[in-house]
């Protein structure tokens, strides 16, 4: 640990300039400063999980097309695959960790990386998931690093880990304004296409967005997946889109507010 004293001693007027900021617009700046600091990253965002309602991002520094992807394009669907997600659903722990500690065998050959990850162009991610201290409310902060880069090491966790305890109690002093539970997607994707698709054409538009394969959309409706494929294809020629990820796109500009 001898090698990071320098690092640690650079860190504390960091530290301080964020704890200082806490409720002003400097606040994320500050932190993000100081958390690359301790471990060197593209990007960061502040994400709140509430149990199975869709995320509500409450800070990112991405610019309006990355915004798009990573945030109105995620909260339509694909945060159901994140691994982030499903570790948050199946009780990990507070603290720092590592997205390859998290995922799947074979994540980098998954529907998420395939949809989503591979769109944003990261090549690694770490997340500080702190906890409310609501009931399955949690902030995480995600670290994210692009395909130039070099995946994060456990040096960089131990560091942020050490560094946890602050970081949390300050994001949380800062974020946590709102305890509201977030509508959840089922209710915000209600009225998605309405009037415009067949009530099964809905049911298997609204899998497709959950993340569901053509085989488990067929076993979860008694179809067979030739039929499904009939329902997208019928689906998709109302919307007047050819593809799947047009279809999140639609969808996200329908959550966001917008006429679609």
Same mark, same amino acid.
């Given at each position: ?16 300039? &964020?704890? *200082?900021?806490?409720? =002003? +617009?400097?606040?994320? /700046?500050?932190?993000? %400063?100081?958390?690359? @600091?301790? !471990?060197? $990253? ?86 500080? &998931?702190? *906890?409310?201290?609501? =009931? +399955?409310?949690?902030? /995480?902060?995600?670290? %994210?690093?692009?395909? @130039?880069? !070099?995946? $994060? ?108």
């Amino acid at each position: 640990m001898h090698d990071d004293a320098p690092r640690l001693a650079d860190w504390s007027p960091l530290a301080a300039r &964020f704890v *200082a900021a806490i409720g =002003t +617009e400097d606040f994320a /700046v500050a932190l993000t %400063a100081a958390l690359r @600091q301790l !471990a060197p $990253f593209d990007t960061l965002m502040a994400t709140f999980y509430r149990g199975s309602a869709t995320p509500q991002t409450v800070h990112h520094d991405l610019d309006e097309t990355q915004a798009l992807v990573s945030t109105r394009f995620y909260e339509s669907g694909p945060y159901l695959l994140d691994p982030f997600y499903m570790a948050l659903r199946n009780g990990v722990r507070p603290g720092v960790h590592l997205l390859f500690d998290l995922a799947p065998d074979g994540f980098v050959r998954s529907e998420y990386y395939r949809t989503f990850y591979r769109r944003i162009k990261m090549t690694d991610e770490m997340g500080l &998931f702190i *906890a409310t201290g609501r =009931t +399955e409310e949690w902030l /995480v902060l995600s670290l %994210a690093r692009g395909l @130039q880069s !070099a995946r $994060f090491s456990r040096t960089d966790a131990a560091r942020l880990s050490a560094a946890f305890p602050l970081v949390a109690a300050a994001s949380l002093k800062h974020w946590d304004g709102g305890a509201g539970t977030a509508p959840s997607t089922a209710d915000r994707l209600a009225s998605f296409a309405a009037g415009r698709l067949s009530p099964r054409e809905r049911d298997v538009v609204y899998m497709i967005l959950n993340g569901r394969s053509t085989r488990a959309i067929a076993q979860a409706t008694g179809i067979s997946e030739g039929t499904v494929k009939v329902h997208r294809r019928h689906a998709y020629a109302k919307l007047s889109i050819s593809s799947q990820a047009e279809l999140f796109s639609l969808a996200a500009r329908h959550l966001a507010g917008e006429a679609v």
